[in-house]
Structure formats: C-alpha cells, structure tokens
C-alpha cells in the first residue's frame, strides 16, 4: 500500500475539519459555518462516508481531506500529506530517499554544467585544442555560436578531467554516475571523452544534462554521447531544444535535423526552430515535447536508409501529433548543413515546400518497384498497408487507400480487403499491475475510483488524447492525488516533465498509472465514455447533496435565501443528468480529433 493510502487511511476527515469548524449533526452528515468564505448560515458540509466535503455557499466546491488541507493551509500536495502524515503517525520512508534522488540530479546537472565550462576554456585557450580549433573554424563556426553551443575541447588525457571535479569536491562515484568517468576491468576509472570536440546536451530549462563528443581523427565511432544517466536519456531530449523552443513558438514550426553540427549551422545562420534527434530515430517522446511547441513538424534528415527507416514510422508521429509531418527534401548527397550554408534562402525554400511524410513514403517505396506485375503490385500493398491502416484521420486514410488503389491499378474495394487482413502492430508493451498487497489490519475503507484512474491512466498512455475542459473539468477528479495529476498534466502534457512538477510522493501512483493495463483499442472511443460516467457520476453526487440540503433546510427554520439557488441548481443538473443519459448508448456521429 502507497505511504499515502495508509495516511488516508488513518485519518478521519471529520477529525481533522472540526480543527477548523465547528461541525454539527446533519442526518447522516455534519454541517458548519463554511472556514472558507464568510456565512451566516451553514452551506459547508463534510459527508464521513464518502470522507469528503462541500461547500455550496460562495465557494460552491469540495474535495477530500487533502484538498481540505491543502485549501486551508495555503500549502500544496506534499505538504498536506507530510501534515496529515505526521498527525496520523505514518513514516513517510520514501520521503528522504527520493529527496535524495533529487538532490543527486541536481548534483549532476553541477557536474556536467562545470565539465562544459571546462571543456569550452580548453577548446578557446588550450594550446592542445589546436586541431579542434581549425576543426571548428573549418565549419566556420563564429565565436558566438561557440558561446552559444558552449562547445568544448577534452584533453587527450586519461585523468584530466576526473582529477579537475575531483578537486571541486566530487566524488569518483558520483563522476561514474554522470557518465563522465568510465571504470576498467581492473576497477580503476578514466575520463570517458578524451580529445574530443565537445557538444553539451542541454534539456529544454537549460541544463546540462550529458554530452555529445566528435573525433578529431580518423577514428570510430566518429561521435558518442554520454551514457544514459539519471539525467540523460538521449531518447526523450532533443538537441538544440533550449536554444529554439522560442522560436519554434513563434513560427509555429519545428525542424528535426539529425546531427548537431546540422543544429549548429542552421542557428547560427538564423534558421533558429531547429533541434536534432540522438539517434537515428525520432521518438514518440520526442515528439511529444515538441508539440507543446508546435504542431508543424518537419523532418530534414539525410535520405539514407536510417532516413527512410525513419521516415517509415513517421505516421506514428503523426498520430501522436495529431497533425501531419511533412518531410524536407535534400538535393541528393547533400545535408541540410552544405545546403544552409550555400544559401540559407535556397533552404527557405526548400522547407517552403516539405511534402506530406505518407507521400513522401509512398514516393520511395514505389519508385523502387516496377507496378506494371502483379508481384510489384502486391509487395506495394504489403510495404505500404501497414502505413494506410495507421492513419487515424479518416479522410487522409481515405486518400491513401485510393492512392494505393490508383497505383496498383486495383479497385478500393480490394484494397480495402488486402488492408484488412493485415495486423495492426501491438501498441505499447506495458509492464503487469503489481499484485495488491494484502491489507493485515481492519482500517477505514478506502474511498477508491476506478473510474478516475482508468480515465487518467487512458489520458498520460495517450498524450494525443485532447483535453477540453469543458468535457473533462478538474472536479470530476474527487481524489486528491488524481486531482493534482490530472491539473498538472493539463499543463504541461509530457511524462518527464510531469513526473518533475509533481511531489515525489505521487511519483508510485503515476507509475501505477502509467502502468494500468489498458485495452489498446478505440481510444477515442472510451475517452468520450469514461468523461460520459465521470459527468454522470459528478452529477449524481451533487443532485444527491443538493437533496439532502433541501430536505435539511425545510426542516430547520433558519432563513430560506439559499433555497431558490439549489433548487435552481437541482433542477440545472437534472436536465443535465437527461442529456447525459441521452448520450449513453449513442456514438457521437463524429470522432473527436
Ligand atoms: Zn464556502
């Protein structure tokens, strides 16, 4: 059981409110004086069976002991949990050991922040970074952008700069730990990058979280990167995406090139929304960071075949999008590094004019195929089929399907049969649910939500997924560490960043979340249906109070202004509970986009 359940567990909402009101006998309930806005007449309830509250005067919210906690104290998630964790006597034992984790981050991001430091002074003043400087000036890189990357020269030297951070306190360990230092067989470590050109990796705040390194000679691999860290995983950052998150906001467009001297050259020759991936491949991640900035996304990657395998899952892209990816064509055997520096208006151009990725595809696979046999035919379906049956967008699948039909000189219904018998891939692996463990001691019952959870874990697996607020407001969420979740996600839409912004303490319920097995299909579908109960459910609970008010108020002869609002609203929410019922069994005729 997570730290927090045992704390919900031990703690009575009743409790911990009649601290802050004084709460009487209301039917099965209690009532007071709301603590959060000023009454005369009792609007504030708390229900012990639900252990949650209410407020139908002037605040016209409620919640459960967190959020009655958090709103009273002024103080967030973590800290009501730490409050309510020590009045219910519950250790909090993950506390110090993920505020340590944090607190080992922060060490590397210091780390590597002063190995860039180090780097760049060798590469500007070292006599032994000659050849990395002419190596520089060749790709006529200016001291500004040097800045501006921050490049770096490491000395070819097995201890320089192990002994360097070693002097300013860090431990070999710790060293290990950010990729810096490598351990041989003998137990002994060294500096990993040795004369080498240097590119820190910096993620979207501005820290330094790994490195890139380029050889000077001949040998291989030409470039490494730093290992994965805690800090760096070169699938989820792009390069260059500190630099150009500003300007991809403001063009509304982001560029994926794929090395960082493509980057390089491309800011500094004022093509500023550009980033490159890590790797041959673009991830779904990735993506996922760059639509916060845009949904215009353009691949200028080098049309080998990594290129075109790349190019292959660009579909997956866009469905995470939600959008279409175009694709920048490359005067053949040049990068987009030789053609901005030619003439930076050559590649304006160039962008100006970035084809669809599906017919991009499309284009490469059957240029290599002769269409007039029925063998060509076929292996153009099997190739391309896979691709067609991804697309979400109906009317762009449509498209495609008859565009397959026109080549393969076949009619649509045929294809439309060859497309059906092919197999859309598996989704996503997910890890098995953790088995519960068994609960010893008779607690109070804990007020769960399945519903919430599903919704939630359907909403983080499928980032694409669009929240409006007015299908999906953060009140349907009644559980506190559902609630903040959700809030936060709205804001930012991306894992890492998510996990960053939210308490540690919530991090084992994002992973359950993450983890939650899910049906993989009809998302969309279930989407509108788990927003549908969540709706119906708020409803019902708040037509339930308002009843219980009314009945209350009648029978109390306080005064009756607050009468007529509540009925007004019970009323309001019964038509609302018609329209929902209305749309139970009924699909909408459109799928949200
Ligand atoms: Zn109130």
């Known amino acids: 059981m997570s730290a927090i359940d045992e704390v919900k567990q031990r703690t009575d909402i009743v409790e911990v409110v009649s601290q802050y009101a004084s709460l009487k006998k209301a039917g099965r309930n209690l009532t007071a004086l709301c603590p959060f806005h000023s009454e005369k007449h009792p609007s504030f309830f708390v229900y012990p069976e639900q252990q949650s509250w209410h407020c139908f005067g ?31 006597g519950v250790t909090l034992p993950s506390r110090t050991e993920r505020e340590g984790e944090k607190e080992e981050r922060e060490e590397l991001y210091r780390i590597n922040e002063a190995a860039a430091l180090y780097f760049n002074n060798l590469l500007l003043n070292s006599p032994a970074a000659e050849k990395a400087r002419s190596y520089v000036t060749s790709r006529e890189f200016s001291p500004q952008t040097i800045t501006d990357f921050q490049l770096g020269f490491s000395l070819d030297s097995w201890e320089a700069l192990k002994q360097y951070l070693r002097e300013k306190g860090h431990s070999e360990g710790t060293l290990l730990t950010a990729g810096l230092l490598i351990e041989a067989e003998n137990g002994k470590t060294h500096d990993r990058f040795r004369g080498k050109l240097m590119f820190p990796i910096r993620d979207i705040k501005g820290r330094t979280i790994g490195f890139g390194a380029r050889a000077l000679d001949d040998s291989l691999p030409k470039y490494t990167n730093s290992p994965q860290t805690p800090t760096f995983d070169k699938s989820s950052n792009l390069y260059g995406i500190d630099l150009a998150a500003a300007s991809i906001r403001r063009q509304d467009a982001a560029i994926i090139m794929e090395g960082y001297m493509d980057v390089i050259t491309a800011h500094q020759n004022g093509v500023t929304n550009v980033v490159a991936s890590m790797g041959t491949a673009v991830t779904e991640t990735q993506v996922n960071i760059l639509k916060r900035l845009s949904k215009n996304l353009m691949l200028a990657l080098d049309a080998d075949a990594a290129g075109e395998e790349a190019m292959l899952r660009g579909v997956g892209y866009e469905n995470t999008l939600d959008a279409e990816v175009r694709v920048i064509l490359l005067p053949k ?10 003439d930076v208006n050559i590649w304006q151009d160039l962008a100006a004019r970035a084809v669809p990725i599906v017919d991009y595809t499309f284009n490469i696979v059957t240029s290599k195929l002769d269409l007039t046999t029925v063998k060509n035919q076929s292996l153009a379906v099997e190739k391309l089929g896979p691709i067609v049956i991804e697309i979400k967008d109906q009317v762009r699948k449509a498209h495609y399907i008859q565009e397959l039909a026109r080549l393969t000189k076949k009619d649509k219904r045929t294809i439309e049969a060859a497309l059906s018998l092919i197999k859309p891939p598996p989704v996503r ?29 359907l909403l983080l697996q499928h980032p694409e997924l669009e929240i409006s607020r007015e299908d999906l407001p953060p009140e349907y969420f009644i559980n506190s560490e559902n609630h903040e979740i959700f809030v936060n996600w709205q804001q930012v839409n991306d894992l890492s960043l998510l996990r960053e912004r939210l308490d540690a303490s919530l991090h084992e319920h994002l992973d359950s979340l993450m983890n939650k097995c899910l049906p993989s299909n009809n998302v969309e579908q279930r989407y509108i249906d788990y927003t549908r109960r969540l709706r119906e459910r708020f409803l019902k609970n708040r037509a339930a109070k308002i009843s219980e008010m009314l009945v209350l108020e009648a029978e109390s002869e306080n005064s009756d202004t607050d009468r007529t609002r509540l009925e007004e609203e019970g009323l309001e929410i019964s038509v609302q509970l018609r329209d929902v019922d209305a749309h139970r069994n009924r699909k909408r005729p459109e799928m949200r986009r």
Not at 60 to 66: A, E, K, L, N, Q
Not at 447 to 455: G, N, Q, T
């Open 333 to 342: 055997g040049k990068d987009p590094d030789d053609v901005i520096k030619e």
């Open 429 to 457: 692996r997910r890890m098995p649910e953790p088995e519960p463990r068994a609960v010893t001691r008779a607690l109070r019952q804990l007020v769960s939500s399945p519903l919430e959870a599903d919704c939630l874990a």
């Open 58 to 88: 002037a605040c016209s919210t409620g919640g459960d002991v967190f959020s009655f906690v958090m709103r009273k104290e002024g103080i967030d998630f973590g800290e009501a949990l730490r409050l309510l964790a020590q009045r219910a």
